[in-house]
């Protein structure tokens, strides 16, 4: 046996009684590496004649390939295996049974949100998105909030540090209303549209938090106005509040991007220390709402001479609050494990 033959059997030997990635790369560096066996009988090539040279380094090449060849099926063996290792040690069950007291609630505004997606749908109204970094000409501009407007004050603006661009500074949307002036944008009336969405104001009390949840309505069709608003806010609200029955009150209001403006209430009363939704004396303010001003109209490109629009505005806490009888807005972001108990729901009928 030539040391050749000797060193190629020894080098798949110890390949073939390898068991990890880590002991393979070792046996690679030890084999092929700068000082390497094999690396080191290249450099003895040298000092041979030409006849010699061509001779072994023939046989060399021939017990690299084996070697090599071994290497790389061993290599794939190594990793078939650790995967099927992994595979089994993160086996799930997804066919095992739901545990019923199992840890994990779902949030009182995602609840709401989806009951009323579920409404807002049934009426055929579509969904659309929009993003939270806004710019100033979507988030005021379009909906007839000029420069220097007093309406800006109002919304208390976080603004990102940022350059402007044609469209003005970067900001944290203070409501979802540009959804309103997109969707007028991308789809041709008429339409029935909602969004549901985060926006942020910097302002943080027991009443306010610098981030919480709104929900836009916008109708774009012919001949329609206040009677269709509050049609379809009376119904949508009977859903919501699971009543046959529903008091509203319309108080004159202002925005910027509906003229008339309304601000509207429902009726309650309490029975034994509950709040009954729907009758009663008593009021609750619960959105916003009006007819489109036709400069939103005609900024988002809709022919005013032949179309008008109704818009609503919610607070989706407001609305979870008086729905299951949330008291404080703060809880619902201080991800608090014991409020979620309390007022969370859970993922399985009970
Ligand atoms: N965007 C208003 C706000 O955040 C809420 C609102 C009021 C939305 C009236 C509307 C509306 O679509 O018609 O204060």
Known sequence: ??????????????????????????????????NGKITELMKQLRALDNEQKRQLGQEINLAKTAIMERFSTKLSEIEIRDLQKKLEAEYVDVSMPVRPNAFGKIHPITKVAEELADILSSYGFMFEDGPDIEKEFFNFTALNIPDHHPARTMHDTFYLNMLADE????LLRTHTSPVQHYTMISHKPPFRMFSIGRVYRSDSDATHTPMFDQVECLIVDKNIGFAHLKWI???VLKKFF????LKLRFRPSF????????????????????????????????????????NVLNCGHIDTSVYQGIAIGFGL???????YGIPDLRGYFESDDRWREAFGFSHVAK
């Not at 469209?167 to 970067?170: D, N, Q, S």
């Not at 806490?317 to 729905?323: F, Q, T």
């Open 242 to 245: 699971h009543v046959s029955e």
């Open 233 to 235: 806010l009376l119904n």
């Open 255 to 294: 925005f910027p991007f509906t003229e008339p403006s309304v601000e509207v209430d429902i009726a309650y009363e309490l029975k034994n220390g509950k709040m009954i939704f729907g009758t009663g004396d008593k009021w609750l303010e619960i959105c916003g709402g009006g007819v489109v001003h036709p």
């Open 167 to 170: 469209h003005g500074r970067k």
């Open 1 to 34: 046996m030539s040391e050749l033959d000797r060193l190629q059997a020894s080098c798949l030997f110890e390949i073939e009684h390898c068991d990890s990635l880590k002991k393979l790369d070792e046996i690679r560096t030890a084999i092929f590496g700068k």
């Open 317 to 323: 806490e407001r609305l979870a609050s008086l729905k």
